[in-house]
């Protein structure tokens, strides 16, 4: 398998997820009219034929008939009345309206169910209803706590975390009648918190804070097929695509210092804002206070081979030599068949995925490499989830010439996205990582996400082992299955790259959106099990209407304390368990991130 077949060479993300009608039948033209002509699309579906403007848009449809999945046929999916199961749809389209189904809940549940857990406070301080990144750090004796989203941002004092402290907002704050109107301590234009990845340099004796800059897409881009003044505002963002280096001397804004900034785009290194091409750098950067740092990116617009409706390039991979943090170098792109517009051989590779024309799926990469040990350190692999182009191993042990080792296709499950995250915690002592995607649509209206279990020890020959077992009600619920709870049902992540300790042997904690913190237990790889879980209410009074379907959405976990930190639409819990430990609430004795390399 080549790495690369063709060249080796304001609101917050998920603010204001849009109505959207799925367009077909694409032609490749360079008009930005739209023809009237009435057409059938593959599943006899009238649709109008679009003309696109952007050529890379253009391309990547014209290489497939529309297959937009065909709404279900009732009495094909939905919840069964005698078993009180729910039968997921086997496919469906992007939608972001409510579809509902016979016997789910007709209002908001504000009751929660807790087993083996214990809340041990609660703050109602919203810094965006749908998706925030956080981090922890220590300075002086005082544990921080960042809580942000682009131009959105909260930092606590949690050195006690039953008395937590708000020490800065910037942005905006959400309540009863969505953001405020008014940003306080705003951004200057085009600037942003980033998604974080921070640690400690043994070379300047400080912490570095590394910020992905990635282009927007939520709140401005519906649908690249049918918005091509807001797919060109994107290929022209008024803001840095690429990262961000700052050394901090203190917990907050004011004092850190920029070290260096760079672009992803990496033919054009020296362009200026609004000229650099690509994604920039998507989600956490995989950064562990060494030499080295990966990111997900694509550098520029051919990496176009992607159906899912408002998102326009397929990243891949890159590494970059950070050894001086003044000075970071770009070492390689790793690119994989089927992620590059214009390119035969990239192009058969598309053509040949199941996915190819239904105008829904997610392809490419959405976070970093996933890497269990940092090849500083001995560690030769990192592990990709890249939407539907599926599951790679890849060989870290030359930054400099990444290579992919094995690949994993799995079956469609669209809507939503297939492949986003891999839980590498457990990997070095059982040979087995867990890949999974994460729901879009609301409902359950879309396959179950499953997180899937492989065995890795032979990493030229990873084998699918199994499936985590599916979360399910309390038996004093007044529902038998979580899709009857509305909002989202389904996996997201068990937190970040690195967290404050050590993660716990044979403990996985996935965030579930309506299910909440579901702690699964994997010491029996036969038969994982679920021994603990926090479901939160739903909060009629401190949540829009349109933003309670996300009722959670990350979990952070304090291993050297042993708590969990899980962040809602309408605030966060902090929670203890018998599976971590003992629970601590005095200020931490080791400081975080870790000083020892």
């Not at 956080?134 to 544990?143: L, T």
């Not at 799926?361 to 976070?367: D, K, L, N, Q």
Request: charged letters at 25%; one cysteine or more.
């Amino acid at each position: 398998m080549k790495k690369n077949i063709s060249n080796k060479n304001q609101l917050s993300p998920w603010s204001m997820r849009c109505l959207l009608s799925v367009v077909a039948s694409f032609v490749l033209m360079m008009s930005a009219s739209a023809s009237s002509e009435n057409k059938n699309n593959s599943h006899g579906h009238i649709i109008k034929e679009v003309v696109i403007k952007d050529k890379w848009i253009a391309r990547s449809d014209s290489l497939s008939i529309d297959k937009t999945p065909a709404d279900p046929a009732k009495g094909s999916y939905g919840l069964n009345k005698v078993t009180g199961e729910f039968t997921h749809p086997i496919a469906t389209r992007d939608a972001h309206e409510n579809i509902r189904f016979d016997g789910e809940l007709d209002y908001w549940d504000t009751e929660q169910y807790i087993k083996n857990m214990t809340v041990e406070a609660y703050y109602p301080i919203t810094v965006e209803p749908f998706h925030t990144w956080q981090n922890i750090v220590d300075f002086d004796g005082h544990r921080y706590l960042y809580q942000y989203v682009r131009r959105d941002l909260k930092i606590f004092d949690i050195t006690d975390p039953k008395d937590a402290k708000l020490l800065l907002t910037r942005g905006h704050t959400w309540g009863a009648n969505g953001a405020d109107e008014a940003e306080q301590n705003p951004y200057e234009e085009g600037d942003m918190f980033g998604a974080a990845s921070i640690q400690w340099n043994e070379k300047l004796a400080k912490y570095i804070m590394v910020q992905a800059f990635e282009v927007r897409r939520f709140g401005l881009l519906k649908n690249k097929r049918m918005q091509p003044e807001n797919v060109e505002k994107i290929r022209k963002a008024n803001h840095l695509k690429g990262f961000k280096v700052y050394e901090m001397n203190g917990p907050l804004p004011k004092d850190w210092k920029l070290l260096s900034q760079r672009t992803t785009d990496i033919k054009h290194p020296d362009a200026a804002i609004g000229q650099q091409q690509g994604s920039g750098v998507r989600d956490i950067p995989s950064y562990f206070g060494g030499d080295i740092m990966y990111v997900a990116a694509a550098p520029d617009a051919s990496y176009a081979l992607t159906e899912y409706p408002n998102d326009l390039y397929s990243a891949g991979y890159q590494s970059w030599d950070i050894s001086d943090p003044s000075n970071p170098k770009f070492l390689d792109q790793l690119t994989v068949p089927g992620q590059i517009a214009f390119n035969e051989e990239h192009e058969e590779v598309f053509k040949e995925n199941l996915r190819a024309g239904n105008r829904t799926s997610w392809m490419g990469a959405r976070m970093s490499l996933f890497i269990p040990k940092s090849a500083e350190k001995g560690g030769k692999y990192g592990y990709a989830a890249m939407g539907g182009l599926g599951f790679y191993v890849i060989d870290i042990s030359n930054p400099s010439d990444m290579k992919v080792v094995s690949h994993l296709n799995f079956t469609p499950s669209v809507a939503g996205t297939e492949g986003d995250f891999i839980d590498v915690s457990q990997v070095e002592k059982t040979g087995i990582v867990y890949f999974s995607g994460y729901p879009l649509n609301e409902d359950c209206w879309e396959p179950y996400k499953d997180v899937h279990m492989i065995d890795v020890n032979n990493p030229e020959k990873p084998v699918k082992i199994g499936v985590l077992p599916r979360p399910k009600p309390p038996s004093d619920a007044k529902f038998t299955d979580f899709c009857q709870r509305q909002g989202s049902f389904g996996p997201k992540r068990t937190g970040y790259y690195t967290q404050p300790g050590t993660s716990k042997d044979n403990i996985l904690p996935f965030n579930f959106y309506n299910a909440g913190l579901q702690v699964f237990d994997v010491s029996n790889v036969n038969k994982p099990e679920i021994t603990a879980y926090f479901v939160p209410p739903f909060n009629t009074e401190r949540v829009v209407e349109y933003a309670r379907g996300n009722l959670s959405h990350s979990v952070y976990v304090e291993y050297d304390r042993n708590l969990f930190w899980l962040f809602t639409n309408h605030g966060i819990y902090v929670l203890s368990s018998p599976v971590l430990g003992e629970p601590s609430f005095e200020a931490p004795t080791t400081p975080w991130p870790s000083r020892i390399k």
